[in-house]
């Protein structure tokens, strides 16, 4: 039973390794391969051999001292292609509980991204919505504004007209006064 969930130097449980008595094959480049487990979603779980080189990883650079921050520029590290490419594939098909973890993420993901979408377009409706209603009111200040105007040039017009007349007309009742 501990047997189940010991792992090995490389970290993987028992049941993830490479069969007992196959023995490591050699890459194009003459390096031993190393053993990987497939994470992509086409191939998770799968197990194969790659070349240890293609990994490769530059070391970090060192950190620069703070009085020294700004003042140069420090040269990023080059990063050589891979010697070779070498993989060869131990498991040709994932399992059926990998198939149906994969088909049930897959599931999940479309359904996330229609969420997404949904909420996306409601959202724009939303925003439509609320442009068209301050649309509607700035149309409707407007012609309250030139409905104003176009009251005050009338009485302003009649207003001239009542001054033009003269205070003979006021007295013959043509145009009404205010008395207070």
């Known amino acids: 039973m501990a047997m189940m969930f010991k792992k090995d130097d490389v970290g993987f449980a028992p049941k993830q390794l490479p069969p007992l008595g196959v023995k490591r094959p050699m890459c194009w480049c003459g390096d031993e391969c190393c053993f990987q487990i497939s ?71 479309e359904e996330r991204e229609e969420q997404q979408r ?23 200040l407007n012609r309250e504004k030139e409905e104003r105007a176009e009251d005050r040039s009338r009485k302003l017009a009649r207003a001239q007209r009542a001054k033009d007349a003269g205070s003979e007309a006021a007295r013959k009742g043509k145009y009404p006064r205010c008395t207070q």
Not at 44 to 73: A, D
Not at 77 to 87: I, S
Not at 118 to 134: C, D, G, I, T, V
């Open 39 to 109: 994470d992509d979603w086409d191939s998770y779980g799968q197990r194969y051999w790659m070349c240890r080189n293609i990994s490769y990883s530059p070391e970090k650079p060192k950190p620069v001292p703070k009085e020294r921050k700004g003042k140069t520029k420090i040269p990023e590290p080059e990063v050589p292609p891979p010697l070779c490419d070498f993989v060869e594939w131990i498991d040709k098909e994932m399992i059926e509980f990998d198939k149906s973890m994969i088909q049930n993420w897959r599931e999940r993901q």
């Open 118 to 140: 949904q909420r996306a377009a409601k959202e724009k409706a939303e925003r439509e919505r609320r442009e068209e209603l301050e649309l509607r009111e700035l149309a409707r």
